[in-house]
């Protein structure tokens, strides 16, 4: 069965860094994207990085380039995603799904910037 | 960057109705490489949202076929043949084909 759970959320003060991290069993990690995607509060779907299978390419959005870092170890068959400088907008459900056609999706960790 | 427009906004629906859910591409969605990666979703209350269509018109696993996509281009249908309670929720498209880009989501609602 495949599984993505995440982890690491909680709150932290504005400009604070935090990594959220993505579990991931039941198929073969090392030959799967992984994506994040957030949703705030109430709000809509929003896109926020990418990797593909071996690491070496990443992609992101306008609003986190610069300020987040996508990767993932294979060999522990985790992802990760690195928040730096996270800011009040920031604040959002993040999700890791696999595939560019999402098929899998965790359930969630959520992810406060406030002070 | 592509912009989806979906509508309507709220859809309200009696059980056994079909609706129609409409995503509008600012870009065309058919990539280099003869596919077009339009997808579907659907997220229930408090939960993670599941793929629904995937390529237009290709049913997810484990999808009933009252679910039913189509389209090309830039315009897109998701239709629903018979709502059932269970179908209540937010539906999204998202294009695949250009990073990603969430439609703004249609609130399908009981009438």
């Known amino acids: 069965e495949v599984q993505l759970v995440e982890s690491g959320g909680g709150l932290v003060q504005p400009g604070s860094p935090l990594k959220l991290s993505c579990a991931a069993s039941?198929?073969?990690?090392?030959?799967?994207?992984l994506n994040w995607i957030r949703q705030a509060p109430g709000k809509g779907l929003e896109w926020v990085a990418s990797?593909?299978?071996?690491?070496?390419?990443?992609y992101y959005p306008d609003t986190v380039k610069g300020r987040f870092v996508v990767s993932k170890d294979n060999a522990k068959n985790t992802g990760y995603l690195q928040m730096n400088n996270l800011r009040s907008e920031d604040t959002a459900m993040y999700y890791c799904?696999?595939?560019?056609?999402?098929?899998?999706w965790g359930q969630g960790v959520m992810v406060t910037v406030s002070s | 960057d592509v912009v989806l427009t979906q509508t309507p906004p709220t859809s309200s629906a009696t059980i056994g109705q079909s609706v129609s859910i409409s995503c509008r591409s600012s870009?065309?969605?058919?990539?280099?490489?003869?596919?077009?990666?339009l997808y579907w979703y659907l997220q229930r209350p408090s939960q993670s949202p599941q793929l629904l269509i995937y390529?237009?018109?290709k049913l997810g696993s484990g999808v009933p076929n009252r679910f039913s996509g189509s389209g090309s281009g830039t315009d897109f249908t998701l239709k629903i043949s018979g709502v059932e309670a269970e179908d209540l929720g937010v539906y999204y498209c998202?294009?695949?084909?250009?990073?990603?880009?969430f439609g703004a989501g249609t609130k399908l609602e009981l009438k």
């Open positions: 799904a696999r595939r560019r056609s999402l098929d899998y």
């Open positions: 039941g198929f073969t990690f090392s030959s799967n994207w």
């Open positions: 998202v294009q695949g084909t250009h990073d990603h880009t």
């Open positions: 390529l237009v018109s």
């Open positions: 990797i593909n299978p071996d690491g070496s390419s990443t």
């Open positions: 870009q065309s969605l058919l990539d280099s490489d003869g596919n077009t990666y």
